[in-house]
């Protein structure tokens, strides 16, 4: 079993900045490959980043490359994902998951066996 726990959301006007964390206690962290997702109101829950197990790989969805940033701390077990230049698109509540999936298989929410209860991130124009 592995907990996680998001924090860090908040609301913040477009061009800002915030940087979400997540917490991970159970087993061993550094097996995990970590992602993060987003919901909106009224849409599925959609891929954002993904980061492999010892880090060495990131992957971003076209929407937030170039301006999120994911990142891992595997002697902290947290994982981070640093949101700059936000838009109110990016308004949703942000969740973490963690898994030993395939990293063909990282876009699929279906894929992670492990989830936080999200962090709600509000950007207004």
């Known amino acids: 079993q592995v907990q996680l726990v998001e924090s860090g959301g908040g609301s913040v006007q477009a061009g800002g900045s915030l940087r979400l964390s997540c917490a991970a206690s159970?087993?061993?962290?550094?097996?995990?490959?970590m992602g993060w997702f987003r919901q909106a109101p009224g849409k599925e829950r959609e891929f954002v980043a993904a980061?492999?197990?010892?880090?060495?790989?990131?992957y971003y969805s076209d929407s937030v490359k170039g301006r999120f940033t994911i990142s891992r701390d595997n002697a902290k077990n947290t994982v981070y994902l640093q949101l700059n230049s936000l838009k109110p698109e990016d308004t949703a509540v942000y969740y973490c998951?963690?898994?030993?999936?395939?990293?063909?298989?990282?876009?699929?929410?279906?894929?992670?066996?492990?989830w936080g209860q999200g962090t709600q991130v509000t950007v207004s124009s």
């Open positions: 998951a963690a898994d030993r999936t395939n990293w063909q298989e990282i876009k699929r929410a279906s894929r992670y066996g492990y």
């Open positions: 980061i492999r197990s010892s880090g060495g790989s990131t």
């Open positions: 159970g087993r061993t962290f550094s097996w995990y490959i």
